[in-house]
């Protein structure tokens, strides 16, 4: 067989191979939710006579990028392999193109005249005997998101005949800003290294950047900025700038502006000056020149996102100015070229007398800008957290959404999940994210609704700039966020900033289909595990809008209930011997309520009124408080911990329910993630019952709390080298103690089971620090039946609520009377810490 037939033999084989093992295929989550995987026979069999041309009227880059998305994702999905034109021809076509240019191009087309910035419209038309499919955008941009979804449409399987569809944006601004910083690290980031930054360099390559690019456009994302709001001044500097255009490159063919996050007092750490007072004229021209270098390279850069006067960074207040002066002063340069600054209302004082029942961190943002509306300059945006402490699991919407009627302002929303499990639990955030953009703050005469969502659009008050910023922090890793199932946060933060008035359901529905298919067993599964699991996740870390009670001095992690209190940040839950509860009332604590318009006051004010969820934020009040349910606020506490433990293990068995219908890689890792989180509820659960429970004095009237069946101390386990320890904070460690090895040849604990003969699950509860991988192996009457290195990586290294982790042995066969041994091998500086074990 001569050399070509061999190779056209490999070549055929290797076809069928892979045409046969193609829905089996690994897949590393990479493209996220644009797999344009190839559609079942029945949802293709629609698509039939669809076009093989695609005719691009006009050039540009990002229509070359819609072109080019077309054709891949018809490929994908269709297996048409589709012809590029420039003009409209003989036969079946779709055209893309602004919408002049359509018009001009297809007589009697029925694209509107007068779509708005980024809109588009896509549907059919019939042109003597030939059919087609029109994407028209009021600009490039839009031509992009017009491309994007007509793919979508055809992923999710809707029928294209009639197709008639309008869109626009809500919202100019749906940004995402990014926490990197130039040495490759990521503030709250959860999924590896930054994928712009590192070694104080821009990356060389940027093959990640427009793959992202190129997801956030899918979701009619606009902008990103990609540099720490605790910003470094180094990258506005002018040997930096060639570094951003490369940047700006990567992103510009998907219409995604750049944009940076800048330090106030650059003019004196950079620009050689003795002040950055921003009313000194020297200062004004330091930002003039700063900026006009940053456009003379990147003429569509989008702008600066500012924080001052916050968590350290030097601002206004170093010369008695307004936080409009700070603003002003850097807009005024960004303004002659189309830039904005998003001014951060994030500014508080961490520093707080906590022995001051009147200090309330939640009044900082009103109180800071109130008396401002008005005073900033037109291209100017205030960039406001959903809620007026910071990302806790439940808050209300922040009252300065309402109180700013004269002044631009964005909502910004977090989709890296900092205090709601880092992305090693799931909380799918758009039913949080709802919440807020549905809440109405009745700031308009009576009648008439303002909702939070027609506030930060602009919509309310007929503000020409407002819309969404989403801190997404994306890592290096092939999936992005760490998680499989988190990109559903950055789907969903997009379609929201898109049109807010699409239900969580509906985006939690697209997701799945174009991230696993359509098969119904998928959709019910995944669907069930992404709706319930923001109330799991409250229900296990702090109900009754207590707030996550997460260690919120340090990493943000893991429960750590003390933490928040007797210091300066604010974040007080104010629980003592006798109650629960920040009083924020206006008749007897904080005055906080008093910031919402009289309406939503009152509500908040009467204890019979405030809604329950948000009872312990609005009010301080004794344990036995009776709710509507007529439960104890304690007995609630408690067994709301438990009913969230128990949804986070559902979701082991619904996830396991999939496996064979989701490729084995995403299958095994999404299961992985899954066990890991429904362990950690376990520890997050008797951290706060536990705690409450010695704090308050009162039992568990189920008396569940504390008395774990099955479990056995690691401290009262016959041990060999392993010494007790300690554990800080105390509600971290069954019992407040561990056992930890100094042995480097390891140590054992050893007990006998006593309980009927059968199969048992044997959980170990340990705690993986992230400066060592120790080595454990679970022994049952000499036998092995498990191993594993702890080597999650979790974020602390010491044994706290951090890095407490379950292991659980599943189905083992158990005889009264059998030995069970529990081996450890420390490893670098973790000492193999073990807490308890439980046979179930
Ligand atoms: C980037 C919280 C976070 C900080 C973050 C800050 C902010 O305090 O813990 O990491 O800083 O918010 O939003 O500025």
Known sequence: MGRHRIGVVIAVVFAVLSCVSRPAAAETGADGWLRYAPLSSTARAQYASFPATVVMLGDSPVLRTSRDELVRGIAGMLGVRLASTAAVGAGDAIVIGRADQVRRAVAGAAVPADLRADGFWVGTTSVSGRRLILVAGQADRGVLYGTFTLLRRIALGDPLASLDERQEPAAPIRWV?????????????????????ENNNVRADLTRVSEYGRLLASIGINGCDVSNVNANTRVIMPEFVPQLVRLAAA?????????????????????????????????????????????????????????????????????????????NVIARALAPHGGVLFYRGFVYDNRMDWRNLKNDRARAAVDNFKTLDGSFDANVILQIKNGPIDFQVREPASPLF????????????????????????????????????????????KGMQTLVRDLVTGKAFSRPLGGFVGVSNVGLDRNW?????????????????????????????????????????????VAGILLESWPAY????????????????????????????????????????????????????????????????????????????????????????RLRSGKTVIQHIYDQHYLGAEQAAGFVSRWKTLEGLVDRERYLEVLDRLEFQAGHAVVWRDAVNTWFQRTSGIQDEKGLVGREAGRVEAESLSLTGFTIVDVTPWETASGGKAVVCDSTSGCAATFEYRDSPGARDIVVQYYDQSDGASRYRLLVAGREVDRWRADRNLPHVESNGHTATRRT?????????????????????????????EVK
């Open 402 to 445: 309402g109180t700013l009627q004269k002044t631009n302002q964005v909502i910004e929303l977090q989709i890296t999940q900092e205090y709601l499990g880092q992305q090693r639990h799931i909380v799918y955030l758009p039913p949080m994210w709802k919440e807020v953009l549905d809440f109405d703050m009745q700031v308009q005469p």
């Open 538 to 625: 409250e229900n296990y870390s702090g109900s009754l809008g207590i707030g996550t009670l997460t260690d919120i001095i340090g990493v943000h992690f893991g429960p750590g209930v003390e933490s928040s209190e007797r210091n300066g940040w604010g974040q007080w839950h104010r629980s003592d011997g006798m109650g629960v509860g920040m009083d924020r009332t206006v008749a007897t604590g904080t005055g906080f309520i008093g910031q919402y318009s009289p309406d939503v006051a009152r509500v908040f004010e009467s204890l019979a009124t405030c809604p329950e969820e948000l009872l312990l934020f609005m009010h301080h009040v004794p344990y036995t408080h």
């Open 251 to 327: 992103f510009r063919p998907w219409g995604v502006r750049l944009s940076v996050s800048i330090d106030f007092s650059s003019p004196q750490k950079i620009g050689g000056l003795d002040t950055f007072d921003p009313l000194d004229p020297r200062v004004a021209a330091f930002w003039k020149t700063t900026v006009d270098r940053i456009y003379a390279q990147i003429p569509d850069f989008g702008g600066f996102v500012l924080k001052a006067d916050s968590e350290g960074r030097l601002g206004p207040s170093a010369y008695k100015r307004t936080h409009a002066d700070a603003a």
């Open 177 to 197: 800003n990014e926490w990197n910083n130039l040495d490759g690290t990521i503030e709250r980031g959860y999924a590896g290294p930054s994928i712009f930054f």
């Open 481 to 525: 966020l760490g998680h499989h199932l988190a990109m559903s946060n950055l789907y969903g933060f997009g379609r929201l900033a898109w049109n807010p008035g699409l239900s969580s359901e509906r985006i939690a529905d697209e997701w799945t289909r174009m991230t696993f298919g359509d098969d119904p067993r998928v959709l019910k599964a």
């Open 809 to 837: 042995a599943h189905g083992v066969s158990l005889k009264t009377g059998n030995l069970i041994r529990l081996e450890a091998t420390p490893d670098g500086r973790e000492p193999a810490p073990v807490d308890y074990v």
